[in-house]
């Protein structure tokens, strides 16, 4: 049983995709080992400056080749956050994707094609 417990935040604006990493102390962990003040609290979360990254495009540029979001943009992302979590912490990680204004734009078609796509590289690849 690790210490933490780690979260991901895929944040898709229109100009380009930051990646946020949290992390916080393991519920079992504290149970064990905490105070009572981690017992009667929301767990405090944790970040980093390095931890973070931005990479452009946005998302809603691959609506034309929704199959390259993965390949071409994701994976410096995933990449970056697989080097902060650790690999008996990968599976139990969960990622939130927030995908706004650019994907609005896009027709529904094009929307749901990368939405699909960025979901099926995720889960391929963390």
């Not at 400056?49 to 034309?64: A, D, H, N, Q, R």
């Not at 970056?80 to 529904?108: C, E, S």
């Amino acid at each position: 049983m690790g210490k933490w417990r780690y979260g991901v935040i895929l944040d898709a604006g229109s100009s380009g995709t930051r990646v946020y990493i949290y992390r916080w102390l393991n519920p079992q962990r504290a149970r064990k080992d905490g105070s009572d003040l981690d017992l009667k609290s929301l767990p405090q979360l944790e970040t980093k400056k390095k931890w973070t990254l931005k990479i452009k495009p946005g998302v809603s540029t691959f609506g034309e080749k929704p199959e390259l979001v993965g390949p071409d943009h994701l994976k410096q992302l995933v990449d970056h956050a697989l080097d902060y979590i650790p690999d008996d912490q990968v599976q139990d990680t969960p990622i939130f994707l927030l995908a706004t204004a650019g994907m609005r734009l896009l027709p529904d078609v094009q929307r749901t094609q990368v939405l699909d796509n960025i979901c099926s590289y995720l889960q391929k690849n963390t």
